[in-house]
């Protein structure tokens, strides 16, 4: 029997104690799936500077991007961004979502603002992350996604995708924004794993809340790791099932 090229090859490495193993496609290029969806609509909420903004209008160039960030200073580079951007596809909003409307104050983390929050720092936090010790208090405006949804002109085109990089503020907002919730797709969530913040989300918390949504667990997009090996915190993808 003829043996193909492929298998003579890799058979010729298992002789010298090697094996060849098929790896799947990078993570961050096709979101653990996500990238094969039809998705016309994201949500970027913790938006900073615009970071994630900038990578997933490279993967989703059609889709609608609403970015939220409270913050005035990186909430001006953000929107100088997208006012740059060609496709006007882009939109801005300087303000907070939560799980009430009013004001409140955020800790804004003058070194390193992308882990501002509006809950404190635990010394864990402080000891992995030193540049998080110097703060200052940031009156901002806060509203739930549900409400800023439902105050839109017209509704959001589906398919829904919804990131949330807040710093421990998770199930809030999830909370504020259950309907929007429910007629999204996926998610992607920066989730601590360490007790980084007081009285953060934990991954339980979130999984749960998310999973009485219609959402399932669908893996790590990325993970940031200790010196010591255990993991701090995690990119986490839900995706709604099928209905």
């Not at 010729?12 to 496609?25: A, D, H, Q």
């Not at 940031?138 to 105050?151: F, G, M, S």
């Not at 421990?168 to 429910?182: A, N």
């Not at 999984?207 to 009485?212: T, V």
């Amino acid at each position: 029997m003829l043996i193909s090229p492929k298998r003579l090859i890799k058979k010729m490495f298992n002789l010298v104690g090697y094996n060849i193993v098929r790896t799947p496609k990078n993570p961050t290029f096709s979101l653990l799936g996500i990238r094969g969806l039809p998705i016309r609509t994201i949500l970027d909420v913790g938006s900073n500077k615009g970071q994630f903004a900038r990578h997933i209008s490279s993967l989703f160039p059609e889709a609608q991007i609403y970015c939220f960030e409270p913050l005035p200073g990186p909430y001006k580079e953000l929107k100088k961004w997208a006012e740059k951007q060609r496709s006007q596809k882009i939109k801005t909003f300087n303000i907070a979502l939560g799980d009430r409307e009013g004001t409140s104050e955020i800790l804004t983390h003058i070194q390193h603002t992308p882990s501002s929050s509006f809950l404190r720092t635990t010394s864990v936090c402080e000891n992995l992350y030193p540049f998080t010790k110097e703060k200052l208090t940031t009156p901002v405006n806060l509203t739930t996604l549900d409400k800023w949804t439902k105050n839109l002109p017209r509704p959001l085109l589906p398919e829904i995708l919804i990131k949330l990089d807040v710093q421990g503020y998770e199930e809030r907002i999830i909370r504020g924004g259950q309907k929007t919730f429910i007629d999204a797709k996926a998610c992607i969530l920066e989730v601590c794993l360490d007790h980084l913040y007081e009285d953060q989300s934990t991954f339980k918390d979130i999984s749960l809340l998310l999973y009485d949504l219609g959402y399932h667990y669908a893996g790590n997009l990325d993970q940031s790791y200790a010196d010591n090996g255990h993991v701090i915190f995690i990119d986490a993808i839900f995706v709604r099932a099928e209905n």
